[in-house]
């Protein structure tokens, strides 16, 4: 199982992302996928989460209202748009998968991780 996230980047206060992750070795039909963050000094948190099973969605309080996560199943495909781009959204952003149709926004509940990317977000 790989997943590769990708679509980081260097934004200013206000700006917009698209985070991708690409599952290979897996189908995403049937496992949740989730989108996690880990700041410098900070531990890794759930930022938003989707099931395959229903197609619903989680967001950290966070983020809610500011970041969509959607799937494509055709091209096994996650993307997490980050749009109003905040300072304190800085981090490095992983995606994970678990062998579960359900998702969570807990970091040890994830059996396969991503690389990282990282969003950097200043003026």
């Known amino acids: 199982v790989q997943l590769q996230a990708s679509g980081g980047g260097l934004v200013q206060p206000g700006g917009s992302l698209r985070l991708s992750c690409a599952a290979s070795?897996?189908?995403?039909?049937?496992?949740?996928i989730g989108w996690f963050r880990q700041a410098p000094g900070k531990e890794r948190e759930g930022v938003s989460s989707i099931n395959s099973s229903d197609g619903n969605t989680y967001y950290a309080d966070s983020v809610k209202g500011r970041f969509i996560i959607s799937r494509d199943n055709a091209k096994n495909t996650v993307y997490l748009r980050m749009n109003s781009l905040k300072p304190e959204d800085t981090a490095v952003y992983y995606c994970?998968?678990?062998?579960?149709?359900?998702?969570?926004?807990?970091?040890?509940?994830?059996?396969?991780w991503g690389q990282g990317t990282q969003v950097t977000v200043s003026s």
């Open positions: 070795g897996i189908t995403l039909d049937y496992y949740a």
């Open positions: 994970a998968t678990r062998h579960s149709p359900w998702a969570t926004m807990t970091p040890s509940e994830y059996d396969y």
